[in-house]
């Protein structure tokens, strides 16, 4: 097994690799771990207790898996005020963890603090692997099937090691498709794609290109358009598409061009669906009519990005949302990494697509709404919701239940 960096034409989003996060006690010898496995100084290697201070990630290839994401985290027995917020954004990587490897010190073997990360290991239904490192200092007998003891010193059983990091990898690795699914070899769907003040200069979304390179995948064929010329498209096409697949904006409009009998749905919907959140996105979009005046709505976005003044999140969505329930709404935004864990103050939780980040951090927000009986839906479901074609909308996909709509 081979790991190395991902070329530079390697642009596989990060949402879309396997991530692989490092855990451990201070001077466990964590980071030697990190640095031996991906082959390069990664992380820096110090005698002194608490270098690492951060979480670091680095997205290489990790052959025969693919792309994969590394994470370094800091010490999980890290000491004083500061030390706590370490643990803490340790301990917060597992939302997006898919598989963990728990290094821990031969010479001082396990105590509570890694047990009860292994606690939180299975709570959260991440597959791990307990690696004893400094084995040439002291070694270990009666290993289970998920441990192996190594020398970062000396390499030993560094390539066992990610021989199990790859098994445990690969069966992590995602087989859920976008679009593919639902597509027979030469089928045919046109993606509607408006380009406005919006739009990427010179490129795409990316969500409509891993729907492209979905489409293609099952041997079919998209047709991609914008919302002017979508009429042009379906009447150049001897028979009806597939699927047409719009940008949620687009729906008030592209609801009417095509034809009833024509399955309509769109980019974000898709996403749900891929990320496994779809059947709670379409329940938490009829929270809408229980909201009341002075309720506060939670905008979230995976990715972090220049706001422009008809910014869906923070300027369509509130004005959409508000005329549609004729109530005096709070709305309050975050993007990135940023998701807060107290989710009371909120009536309800819309989240974008979520193409930037893994399914595993996906659902693990949908979960903090779930626990906290908070409504949770996202960008396209509830446009579909307010435009009256959300059963529709998520008609093509036989696993949702639409008839209560």
Not at 156 to 165: A, G, P, V
Not at 168 to 189: M, P, Q, T, Y
Not at 369 to 395: C, E, H, P, W
Request: with cysteine; glycine share 8%; charged share 25%.
């Amino acid at each position: 097994m081979v790991i190395r960096m991902a070329e530079n034409f390697d642009q596989t989003p990060n949402a879309n690799r396997v991530h692989i996060g490092f855990f451990g006690k201070r001077n466990a010898g964590k980071s030697s771990i990190v640095n031996a496995v991906t082959g390069q100084e990664l992380s820096i290697v110090s005698d002194v207790k608490g270098t690492t201070t951060d979480p670091v990630s680095k997205a290489m290839e990790l052959l025969p898996v693919g792309p994969v994401m590394i994470i370094d985290t800091p010490g999980i027995d890290d000491e004083g005020a500061v030390g706590e917020q370490r643990v803490r954004r340790a301990k917060k990587i597992l939302n997006k963890t898919d598989v963990a490897v728990l290094i821990v010190d031969s010479t001082a073997g396990m105590d509570q603090s890694e047990n009860e990360l292994i606690k939180l290991f299975k709570e959260k239904a991440i597959p791990y692997i307990v690696v004893y490192n400094k084995s040439d200092l002291k070694s270990r007998e009666k290993l289970s099937e998920n441990e192996i003891a190594v020398s970062a010193k000396y390499g030993t059983n560094l390539f066992e090691l990610k021989e199990k990091i790859a098994f445990l990898a690969k069966k992590e690795e995602s087989e859920k498709r976008i679009i593919g699914d639902l597509l027979n070899r030469g089928d045919k769907v046109v993606l509607v794609t408006p380009i406005d003040g919006s739009a990427p200069k010179g490129r795409m979304i990316l969500p409509q290109m891993q729907t492209i390179r979905d489409i293609l995948d099952s041997n079919a064929m998209c047709i991609v358009t914008q919302t002017e010329e979508l009429s042009s498209a379906l009447a150049a096409l001897k028979e009806p598409p597939k699927m047409v697949v719009t940008d949620s904006q687009a729906f008030y409009r592209v609801k009417d061009i095509v034809p009833e009998d024509v399955p309509l749905t769109s980019f974000s919907i898709l996403f749900a669906r891929r990320k496994g959140i779809l059947k709670a996105a379409v329940k938490g979009a009829a929270m809408l009519e229980r909201l009341s005046d002075g309720d506060t709505v939670l905008i979230s976005e995976g990715c972090t990005h220049h706001r422009q003044c008809e910014d869906i999140g923070t300027v369509k969505l509130p004005n959409w949302i508000q005329k549609h329930t004729g109530k005096t709404l709070s709305f309050q935004f975050t993007s990135g990494g940023g998701f807060p864990e107290d989710l009371s103050s909120y009536a309800l939780v819309v989240h974008c697509g979520g193409c930037m980040l893994n399914d595993r951090e996906v659902l693990y927000r949908l979960k903090c709404a779930q626990d906290q009986n908070v409504g949770f839906t996202n960008y396209g479901t509830l446009i579909a919701y307010m435009n009256g074609i959300l059963k529709r909308s998520v008609a093509p996909f036989p696993d949702i239940d639409a008839d209560w709509i």
